[in-house]
């Protein structure tokens, strides 16, 4: 899971505290790779926090540090 202090603690949208997380799969298998070639391993697609502002519900996906880093160089993601 992302360290905690990368996550927000208030709504981007409402400045609501009342922000709540779990982890999920980007994908693979019999659903679309949401983060191809990112994950830790070749077979296992990473995860993503998902973060949920119970007062408006805006929804946002993060996913760990660890992942990040490999986006410069995978062949599957772009800078803008």
Not at 28 to 39: D, E, F, I, R, V
Not at 45 to 54: E, G, K, L, S, W
């Given at each position: 899971?992302?360290?905690?202090?990368?996550?927000?603690?208030?709504?981007?949208?409402?400045?609501?505290?009342?922000?709540?997380?779990?982890?999920?799969?980007?994908?693979?298998?019999?659903?679309?790779?949401?983060l191809?070639?990112?994950?830790?391993?070749?077979?296992a697609?990473?995860?993503?926090?998902?973060?949920?502002?119970?007062?408006?519900?805006?929804?946002?996906?993060?996913?760990?540090?660890?992942?990040?880093a490999?986006?410069?160089?995978?062949?599957?993601?772009?800078?803008?």
């Amino acid at each position: 899971m992302n360290d905690a202090n990368e996550l927000p603690r208030t709504c981007d949208r409402c400045k609501s505290f009342e922000l709540y997380k779990t982890q999920v799969s980007s994908g693979g298998g019999y659903a679309p790779n949401y983060l191809p070639q990112l994950g830790t391993k070749w077979f296992a697609a990473p995860n993503f926090d998902v973060v949920v502002c119970a007062k408006c519900g805006l929804t946002q996906f993060f996913t760990p540090a660890e992942n990040r880093a490999k986006l410069s160089t995978s062949s599957k993601w772009r800078k803008l």
